[in-house]
Every structure is written in C-alpha cells, then in structure tokens.
C-alpha cells in the first residue's frame, strides 16, 4: 500500500501563510478529503500538522500544514520556531495568500525557500469572494515565481488539476517516478513474454524502436524470458513453446491481428498502453476514450506526437487513427497534428486529444499534458488505449491494469 510508504520516502510538500488565508481549506480541496480542521478563527492550526497522503498521480506525499507566520498570540513565537524549521525539510513550498493581498511575510516565505532551493507555488486563494490583484500578478510574472488562483471552498475537479498541473511543471523530474512498464506481478521470474514486432516502413533499419527496447530490457530485468516475432509468425511461436507465454506485447500496429490469434487465457496488451500507464494517467486515458463515441460532425480532435519523426506512408497518428474514428463515428471529424514539444495552450476548441505513447518525454511532461487537459474539461487519451477501443479490445489489453 502506498499509505505503508515510510515518511523518509515520500515527497514533503509545506504550505505556508498567514493565519486564515485558508491553508488548511487549500490542502482539503487538494485531496478531496477533510484532512485538515478549517475555522474561520485565526491560529486554529498550531503547530505544523503532518498528513501522510496519496497525491494521484504524483504519488506518495507528506503534506506539512504549518501554522501561519503572524501568529501573535502569547506563544506565537514558538509555533513560528517550529514553522521556520519545516524549510529543512521541504521539497516544495506551497505559499497561500488571499488574492488581493501580499504583506511582508509571503516575501519572506519565497526568500526562505529560494534560500534552501526548495521550488514554491504561490495559491491566490479566496476568488470566490475576492478579486485577484493585478499588480500581485504581474510582480509574481516579472520574478518568474508560477502561481493559481482559487477557491479553496469550491473543491471541485477543476480546482485540483489546475493545481496538480503547475505542481507537476514545478516539481524536479526526480519526483514524478514512473510505475514500472509492466505492472507488478504480472510477470515473474522465468515466466514467458512474446514481443511482436512488425518491421513495416517506419521501422529504423537495423534496429527496434525505444519502446520495445524498454519493455525487452525490463523483461530481462525481472529474470524472464523474452521471445521477439512479427505477428505474421505469432502463432507459430505460441505453439512452439512448450509452456503458454504470460503475456504478449504488441506494437499497434499489428493490434488487430495480434487480438484475433493470442488464446484469451494469456495476457495481452501494447507497448503504447504500457507507456499509457508509465509516462502519464492511465485511468484518465481509459474514461477520456469513450469520448470517442460521442464526436459529431466538425468537431476538432488533437493528436499530441511527442517526436518529431518524418511521417512514411499510413502513418498511425496522422492517418490510421483518424480514419478509424470516422469509420466508426461516420461523422466528419477534423483533425489537427501537433509534433515534438509543440502543444496548445488553449485546448477548449478540441473534444478530444489523442496523445501518443510519449517515449520521447519523461513522465513530467505527459502529465503536465494531462492536467492542462484536465483543467480545461477536455478528454485526453492515448494511441494505445485509442486502438484498443477502437479494434474492441480495451478490456482485455487493460486488464493487467485491474489490481493498480
């Protein structure tokens, strides 16, 4: 269970502010639980308040909910003592203050953290009743320092990817540790696992692509057997081994194909969905490709291709995948193609984004996709879970996924 994780291992997230500018209301509406007593008395947080918590998809944190900087009751000072020293600790700093409102103690809470290189994230909290002040953003802008605006109170969906996505911009790369390719348990020591590997005219002479080398040395890694084929001797392999492979591992491809041979006792799944749940979300990519269903005519859909590669004949994202949909919609449905670190800021114009498996990009970056997706209500999913719907079969290429 991620909750067992020791606290020596977890991301330590501080938020800091005034008393009453809604810190413990903040972390509330972060995680979507009442983990924090909210009071509209100042000073009701004391001393910093530690709450072990499982940040999707971030992972496991430990929120540190400090007492507020002013505090000038009679034991202010030792409560502001014991505020100071959680800097020590801190991998990141989350500064709340009201939206029209910056006093001399946020200056100091940025100038401590710059000091311990620990990164900050200003929250502009309150905007259901206040109006967020100009010239606190713009001095925020001209010092480079990321902020939000919110409201803590609402605590609804959109509140929370805003969030989540400037604290993925933010965090090092260090801290968005990706799950393993293949999920745990799913294949053990000595165990059976088929690659398929079309060569078609996009293959790069002489070797195999990124994706397929990761998944062959994580194979070896966790001490079982791969055997490498192109699906036009697939079944030739599983019915020379003398055991039934664990898992066949497909490139899109050849989905199709390798759907119809592999017997349904045996795993199956593609490259594009191992990196689906490796480099971003995988359960959002699952609900957003329903959307799928729901296109009508003109609507505009983004296919997202994390490399610049020269695209040869049908290629998959430009060609094959749009075609599908429109086989299956029988709409008429337009398409726009963003390559390489290329992606819009404005996504509202677009009903669903396709993203591709994103070998090209660490985890941050995906994410950070997601999330900008997510803070605009736009539907975003991947190439791999995108065929799979597509060819019917997303349950059974998603099922290793189950137990996560």
């Known amino acids: 269970m991620q909750l067992a994780t020791p606290k020596g291992l977890r991301l330590h997230i501080a938020i800091f502010g005034r008393t009453n500018v809604g810190k413990s209301s903040f972390l509330n509406c972060l995680t979507q639980q009442e983990v924090s007593i909210v009071s509209d008395l100042p000073g009701t947080t004391t001393d910093p308040v530690e709450k072990p918590m499982e940040l999707l998809p971030i992972g496991p944190v430990l929120f540190i909910d400090t007492a507020g900087l002013d505090d000038i009751s009679t034991i202010g000072n030792l409560r502001i003592e014991k505020t100071l020293k959680v800097f020590e600790r801190a991998d990141l700093v989350i500064l709340v203050t009201e939206a029209n409102k910056w006093t001399e103690y946020e200056d100091f809470v940025i100038s401590k953290a710059q000091h311990h290189n620990t990164p900050v994230l200003v929250v502009l909290n309150k905007t259901d009743i206040l109006k967020p002040d100009k010239n606190i953003k713009e001095d925020l802008e001209k010092r480079k320092i990321p902020y939000v605006e919110v409201s803590s109170k609402?605590?609804?969906?959109?509140t929370t990817s805003i969030v989540k996505s400037k604290l993925i911009e933010i965090l090092p790369q260090d801290f968005i540790t990706p799950p393993p390719l293949i999920p745990n348990?799913?294949?053990?020591?000595?165990?059976?696992?088929?690659?398929?590997?079309?060569?078609d005219k996009e293959a790069p002479k002489g070797r195999i692509i990124l994706p397929q080398q990761q998944v062959l040395r994580e194979i070896l890694d966790l001490n079982a057997n791969a055997l490498v084929t192109n699906e036009k001797n697939l079944k030739i392999a599983i019915d020379t081994l003398k055991v039934k492979p664990k898992i066949v591992i497909t490139d899109s491809q050849a989905f199709e194909e390798v759907l119809k041979t592999v017997p349904e006792d045996v795993y199956l799944t593609s490259f594009s969905i191992l990196f689906a749940a490796n480099k971003g979300d995988i359960k959002e990519f699952i609900e957003s490709v329903y959307t799928i269903d729901k296109l009508q005519d003109n609507d505009k859909i983004?296919?997202?291709?994390?490399?610049?590669?020269?695209?040869?004949?049908?290629?998959?994202g430009r060609h094959k995948i749009p075609r599908w949909i429109k086989e299956r919609t029988k709409k008429e449905i337009l398409v726009d193609v963003y390559s390489g670190?290329?992606?819009p800021d404005n996504l509202k114009e677009y009903k669903l984004i396709i993203q591709c498996g994103g070998c090209m990009m660490n985890r941050?970056?995906?994410?950070?996709?997601?999330?900008?997706?997510?803070?605009?209500?736009?539907?975003?999913?991947?190439?791999?879970?995108?065929?799979?719907?597509?060819?019917?079969?997303?349950?059974?290429?998603?099922k290793i996924f189950n137990h996560l």
Not at 185 to 199: M, Q, S, T, Y
Not at 381 to 388: E, Q
Request: glycine share 6%; proline share 4%.
């Open 154 to 158: 609402t605590k609804n969906f959109e």
């Open 185 to 199: 348990g799913i294949l053990k020591k000595e165990d059976f696992a088929i690659l398929v590997i079309p060569i």
């Open 302 to 316: 983004l296919i997202a291709e994390s490399c610049t590669h020269h695209p040869i004949g049908d290629d998959i």
């Open 341 to 343: 670190k290329d992606f």
């Open 364 to 398: 941050k970056e995906i994410l950070s996709r997601v999330y900008k997706a997510k803070a605009q209500n736009v539907p975003i999913t991947n190439y791999g879970i995108a065929i799979a719907y597509l060819k019917g079969g997303l349950e059974r290429t998603t």
